[in-house]
């Protein structure tokens, strides 16, 4: 049985939620992102692109480029909304399907054929959220994810693609390289410069000599050219949080303690979400007393895996949470309503020195550990969690209880 694999996609999804709420802004060049000189381009719509703008430049540089463009400092909340709204009506209508990021689904329709066909009922999927959201949304439909997504790219804006059984090579043959995943900026120069632009000419090349030049990765791009990868469906709810608790060796009220510790946890558990490529829009803190009364907080936000966010929320929910000035003998941190996504939805308030820096002191510590580098306000806490990898699949590490 042929498998048939939905990609949607939502199309420039921060910057339609801006369309829905003011519709002068219809047709309109538009840029979200921080709207200072030092900010970055979080979205931009399709208006802007043909000046060369693209999400990820700097403000300052993009506002150079097409001058008319309408600049909106962004709302995350606003895009956290229509990003659940999305995701109910596909998990009312599809049984298994993998939220790859906040405006992007995989849906596995194998099967529906007998009954429905999988191209029509992908067909009143889309018109059902476009009619029930108002957010414009793309889908590509094939035997694999990797040329789904190529088509969903082929298909935007606004419409739908479908590349029967046996024809993906075809259909891959005359795009440029840069339009598999996986081929990078660094990726394609290198290709480029070995005279390699369109997918057609990969096909054409023995995988042996794909691997000589970029390793494991040439591989990978060599079977995604012609139309070969076909990673598995991640089901939505395959892990729903990370969390780490702190058992005091001695009971205590030292808030100063108590908040460095809640500080580290909160810090470790961002990075952990960063190296997993996820987010978090569930933020919860835990309270023991000595007498075992346990107490929890929880707090919904927009989608997001920055400290700089996270923190000052996690500390303020510890501030609410410790009334009772009593001895305190575990605190915790959780983290749940993970999806799978990137850095963007933070760009709103970030400046390219933030964004440098995170990716700097996350490349310390995935190379020299966790304990490589931390902000002076967690160096007072003890050891917070330190895991493996918790995305990988593999389960976590047990250590032996310990108290501190």
């Known amino acids: 049985m042929n498998k048939n694999i939905l990609h949607l996609d939502l199309d420039t999804f ?3 939620c801006e369309r829905l709420i003011d519709s002068r802004l219809q047709k309109r060049p538009l840029l979200v992102g921080g709207t200072g000189d030092r900010g970055v381009v ?46 109910e009506i596909i998990k009312e209508k599809v049984p298994i399907f993998e939220k790859a990021s906040v405006d992007e689904f995989y849906a596995d329709l194998t099967g529906m054929d007998t009954f429905f066909g999988s191209y029509k009922y992908a067909s009143e999927l889309r018109s059902m959220i476009i009619k029930e959201t108002g957010l414009p949304i793309s889908f590509g439909l094939s035997s694999n994810k990797i040329v789904s997504k190529v088509a969903t790219g082929e298909a935007k804006p606004n ?34 410069n070995l005279g390699i632009d369109k997918v057609h000419v990969v096909q054409q090349m023995p995988v042996e000599m794909m691997t000589s030049v970029l390793g494991v990765n040439g591989t990978t791009i060599w079977k995604r ?17 990370i969390s780490t608790e702190r058992t005091f060796n001695k009971d205590t009220t030292d808030v100063v303690k108590l908040r460095t510790t809640i500080f580290a946890m909160a810090e470790n558990l961002s990075f952990q979400l960063r190296r997993g490529d996820k987010l978090a829009s569930c933020i919860s803190v835990k309270i023991r007393y000595s007498d075992f009364n346990t107490y929890s907080k929880q707090l919904k936000i927009p989608y997001t895996s920055a400290d700089h966010v996270i923190i000052p ?4 929910l510890f501030d609410n949470l410790y009334q009772r000035r009593l001895l305190i003998r ?11 996504g990137n850095y963007q939805i933070n760009l709103f308030d970030d400046t390219e020195a933030m964004l440098n820096l995170y990716h700097a002191m ?20 003890k050891t917070i969690g330190r895991f493996q990898n918790p995305f990988n699949g593999e389960p976590p590490v047990l250590l032996a209880h310990r108290k501190y």
């Open 330 to 340: 575990l605190v915790g941190v959780k983290f749940s309503d993970l999806v799978t």
């Open 42 to 87: 979080a979205a931009c719509s399709y208006e802007t692109r043909r000046f060369g703008v693209h999400s990820g430049m700097p403000m300052r540089l993009a506002k150079r480029l097409c001058p008319e463009a309408v600049v909106i400092r962004g709302n995350s909340s606003i895009y956290t909304k229509y990003s659940h709204q999305v995701t």
């Open 159 to 192: 419409n739908q693609l479908r590349i029967d059984p046996g024809f993906e090579k075809p259909f891959l043959a005359p795009l440029s390289i840069r339009k598999i995943p996986s081929v990078g900026d660094k990726t394609y120069q290198i290709l480029r």
């Open 14 to 16: 921060f910057v339609s």
């Open 362 to 381: 996350d490349t310390i510590r995935n190379r020299y550990g966790e304990l490589s580098i931390q902000k002076a306000s967690s160096m007072g806490a």
């Open 225 to 241: 050219a012609n139309g070969l990868d076909n990673p598995p469906l991640i089901p939505f709810h395959e892990r729903k949080s």
């Open 313 to 316: 929320k996690i500390l303020e």
